[in-house]
């Protein structure tokens, strides 16, 4: 099973944020899926998260700015902010948890990672 992000980059201080993440792999269903970040020097944090009834949770910080959205036919999460602010500036990771085809194993999946920075 893999997760990969798209979007991230660059962002000027009160732009818009678009990241998305698609799944591929020997995937039945896929239960809660969400997006974390890291800042430097920081522990990762929860910024949304989306579970498969589509209840959703944001981190206080991001609250009212973001918005997590998930497409099941295409296996993918997306999130989407707005007014960024450089404590936004983070690297942001993919999250899903998997239930694999014909078989009872669930996974913890991660993305790779995506750098998004909030300057001038």
């Known amino acids: 099973v893999q997760l990969v992000e798209s979007g991230g980059g660059l962002v000027q201080p009160g732009g818009p944020l678009r990241l998305s993440c698609a799944a591929s792999g020997s995937i039945a269903t896929i239960n809660d899926m969400a997006w974390y970040r890291q800042a430097a020097g920081k522990q990762r944090e929860l910024v949304a998260s989306?579970?498969?009834?589509?209840?959703?949770k944001y981190a206080d910080s991001v609250k009212g700015r973001a918005t997590i959205s998930r497409d099941d036919a295409k296996l993918a999460v997306n999130l989407k902010m707005n007014s960024l602010e450089p404590e936004d500036t983070a690297d942001y990771y993919c999250y899903a948890y998997v239930v694999r085809r014909a078989s009872p194993v669930r996974l913890h999946c991660w993305g790779q990672g995506t750098q998004v920075t909030v300057s001038p």
């Open positions: 989306i579970t498969n009834g589509g209840t959703t």
